[in-house]
Structures are given as C-alpha cells and as structure tokens.
C-alpha cells in the first residue's frame, strides 16, 4: 500500500451528506452555534477545530453542564487548546503496516477491521483516528468490493469488525448490504460493529426499524452481531441511550462497551467503578479499557500508566465479579498488551492479541517509570 495521504484540515461538510436524517438535523458543526460557549471561548477554540475535526450534535450538548468547567461531557466533546501542542503521531499504532487494500486491516489471524466511513457523528477531542477526519485521507473503505474480495478470499477470517468512521453513520440501506454480504461469507461467524453512537446519538437506533430488522435478519440466518459500544463516562448512559442498547439485544444483537481512559472524562476510580458496573447490569459488560495512543493533539488526554494502572484496579476491586471481566491494554503497533499490574520495580504486561504469534500470551515486565504512557516509553527486563 501506498503511504496515506493526510492534510492538516477537516474532510469537507459535504462528507455529512448520507447521514441518517435524524442525525443530520441535530447536527452542530461550528463552535460558535453552542449556546452554552461563551462568542469569546468558541472564537479561541476555532484554531483547534480547523485543525482537528469538530462536530457534536444537540442531544449530546445538552449532557453537558456548562456551569462546571470540568464537566467531563464538555472535556470529551469541546475541544482544547492543549491540543495544539506539537508531539504524537496521526497513526501511533501504525494501522498503515496492516492495511491490506482500502479501508481493511489485517493484524490478527481471525479477525479483519473495516473503516467502514470516514466520519463520526460528532467527535472525540482524543480520537486516535482523527487522520480520517483531515482533508484528502484514503484510508476509509469506499466501494467495499476489495473489502468483500480480500475478506471472501482469507477464510481463517472468523470476525469482521466494522469501525470508525462510525458505521451507524451510514445509512441503512447503504450499511446492511456490506454487513449482509460478510455475514453471507461462511467462514465469517461474527459481525462486530464499532461505534459510538449509542452514545453520542441514540435515536439513531431507536428511530430505524429497518436497522434493527437488520441485525435481527443476520443472527437469524447464524452469524452473530456485536454492538461495540463505546461509553466513556456514566453520564452518557441517559434512558435513551439505555434504550438503544435494549433494542440491540432484543433484536438478538450482543452488546459490549469498550473506552479510552481519558484524562478530565473518565480518570476517577468511582466513576470508572460506575461505569463497569453499569454496563455490565445492562448486559454490556466492559470489554477493554484502553490506553490512550500517542496521537496528535492527545497529550492533554493522557494518563501515565502507572496512575491508570491504580485507577483500574481501585475501580475493578469495588465491582462484582461480572464486572471484573474488563482489560486494561494497549492498542500496540505489535499487538493488545494487556496491563496485568505494578510492583515496585516493574510493569507487568502480557500479549492478549500479537501480530507476531510468537508473541501471543507471552507474560513479561518493564522497569516501572511512573510518567510513561506508552508501551514504547518503557525498557523490557524480561
Ligand atoms: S467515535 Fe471513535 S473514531 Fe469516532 S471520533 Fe470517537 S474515537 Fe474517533
């Protein structure tokens, strides 16, 4: 594959154009339009969003409560000045060494990844793919045939996990015919669909029917659906949003929740605690909890290891057992290293998923650093 191609500006409005109508009318793409913001704030803020990529919508604007600065709904959503500090990559898990044909990753054996659109319904200031959101990117899969040709051709593809760009930004009649034609391949035997818009955008769920049918046909014909779910904070987990997850797994679709650990939204052990609890009450138990990468414009998102580390384990002691079932890991060029715990001197890590499968489950430690956040700040000893 070709290097991707990236500009420092935001994929044009017109990108918006198949958004599902709901979704599109509730869209909020300039800072100056949230009344919550102070002119002077939005006005300072627009030097980031025309460098990273802006977009909310007015349900999840009104989550925040603009009264409190820290509001960890505002963090996730608003962007920062913070993020123009120099540093990071665009791909800091070289996602580009796995590309195999547009818009399709092949790291693990089983498992393929599809960047199934190259836009959100709003998005995250610490997203680690906000390259898809700059001007003249080529990585998001456009007419899927090389998709469907690469993936029908590699039968020990088991899952297909389509990503963000947010799949449930398409709509339905433009996604249930790709996820359709995978689950039609018989060595696919799960769908997964990545996304946040049970979060950001609920009714995008609630008010399709036909989406629903979609998943309902799937599992009905043997290939089983899961809903990626991505909820950072408990707040998010508003009735509606709990409603969409219902309609999921009524229509027979699993659900699970994964997340960044993010600094200003979600790094608290009570509220991670709430979280997991939560999720897993709703039969979306936590699947991971991911260290932010070293992206871009991330670094005031950032949580050093060891810290996150303390967080995790606080947060996971005061759950049931149910809701212990979380990792806490690394999305590694190399693989998922899984944090297993912290001594005096050393980092525990293991290899949960790795490219090189001689990797796979190896158990090793890294002298402790207490200011690293990456696997690639730290020194193996064995
Ligand atoms: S939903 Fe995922 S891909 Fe989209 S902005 Fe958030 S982190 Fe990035």
Redesign the pocket.
Same mark, same amino acid.
């Given at each position: 594959m070709a290097p991707f191609r990236y500009h420092q500006e935001q994929q044009p409005d017109m990108a918006m154009a198949g958004l599902p109508k709901s979704l599109a009318a509730s869209q909020v793409r300039h800072l100056a339009e949230i009344a919550g913001l102070p002119e002077d704030e939005a006005a300072q803020l627009d030097a980031v969003a025309r460098r990273y990529a802006f977009r909310a919508n007015d349900y999840y604007l009104d989550l925040i409560d603009w009264d409190d600065p820290d509001d960890p709904i505002r963090r996730l959503i608003i962007p920062d000045l913070a993020e123009l500090a120099e540093g990071g990559q665009l791909d800091a898990s070289d996602e580009a060494a796995n590309t195999v044909v547009r818009g399709v990753q092949h790291k693990y054996r089983d498992t393929a990844l599809v960047l199934t659109a190259g836009t =959100?319904?709003?998005? =995250?200031r610490? =997203?680690?793919? &906000?390259r898809?959101?700059m001007r003249h990117n080529e990585e998001a899969a456009r007419d899927f045939e090389p998709a469907f040709d690469y993936i029908g051709r590699h039968r020990e593809i088991t899952d297909v996990l389509l990503?963000?760009?947010?799949p449930l930004v398409l709509r339905t009649r433009r996604l249930g015919p790709v996820m359709k034609r995978f689950a039609a391949m018989p060595h696919v035997r799960t769908l997964r669909v990545?996304? &946040?818009v049970p979060a950001?955008y609920p009714f995008r769920i609630l008010d399709d029917p036909a989406l629903l049918d979609l998943i309902a046909g799937i599992v009905e014909r043997g290939t089983a659906v899961y809903l990626m779910a991505?909820f950072d904070h408990p707040r998010e987990l508003t009735p509606a949003a709990r409603a969409g997850i219902l309609a999921v797994q009524q229509a027979g679709g699993h659900v699970v929740n994964q997340c960044p650990l993010i600094r200003g939204v979600n790094d608290d052990a009570d509220v991670l605690a709430e979280l997991f609890q939560t999720v897993t009450e709703l039969g979306a138990p936590q699947y991971y909890l991911f260290q932010g990468r070293p992206t871009a414009g991330n670094r005031a998102y950032e949580v050093p290891l060891v810290e996150g580390w303390r967080l995790f384990d606080t947060a996971r002691r005061r759950c049931s057992g149910l809701a212990r079932r979380v990792r806490y890991s690394m999305s590694h060029a190399t693989g998922k290293i899984e944090i297993l715990g912290i001594d005096a001197k050393r980092i525990w890590l293991r290899y949960h998923r790795a490219k090189d499968p001689a990797l796979e489950s190896r158990v090793f430690a890294c002298r402790r650093d207490d200011e690293a956040a990456w696997f690639d700040d730290l020194r193996v000893v064995h």
């Open positions: =959100c319904a709003a998005y =995250c610490y =997203c680690f793919r &906000k898809l959101f990503t963000g760009g947010d990545g996304s &946040k950001f991505h």
